[in-house]
């Protein structure tokens, strides 16, 4: 399995930016997935995540800003991020909800937030 994230740029707080996850080798619709950032933990963060039923959840710093879809067909997986803030800098990265069970983590995509 290969993920590959995309999508992160530099912009100004408020502006929007959409990440996309592009997943290979094995089929997306047995899985919860979900966005993390990395955070300046041991552990990356949960921001985003969706169930195989399209079900979704957010962590407190992002509700209401950020959105997480999913294209079942396409094997992807897309993260709407809006009123951008400072504190939103970070690698963001795709991989599986599922109670600590990952696929390879892939590079991941940088979003940096700045005048």
């Known amino acids: 399995v290969q993920v590959v994230e995309l999508g992160g740029d530099l912009v100004h707080p408020g502006g929007s930016l959409r990440l996309s996850c592009t997943v290979s080798?094995?089929?997306?619709?047995?899985?919860?997935m979900g966005w993390y950032r990395k955070g300046s933990g041991y552990q990356r963060e949960l921001v985003a995540s969706?169930?195989?039923?399209?079900?979704?959840k957010y962590g407190e710093s992002v509700k209401g800003r950020f959105t997480i879809s999913r294209d079942n067909a396409n094997n992807m997986v897309y993260l709407q991020m809006n009123s951008l803030k400072f504190e939103d800098t970070d690698v963001y990265y795709c991989?599986?909800?599922?109670?600590?069970?990952?696929?390879?983590w892939g590079q991941g995509t940088q979003v940096t937030v700045s005048l």
């Open positions: 969706m169930t195989t039923a399209n079900r979704t």
């Open positions: 080798g094995d089929s997306l619709t047995r899985y919860n």
């Open positions: 991989n599986r909800d599922s109670g600590g069970i990952y696929f390879p």
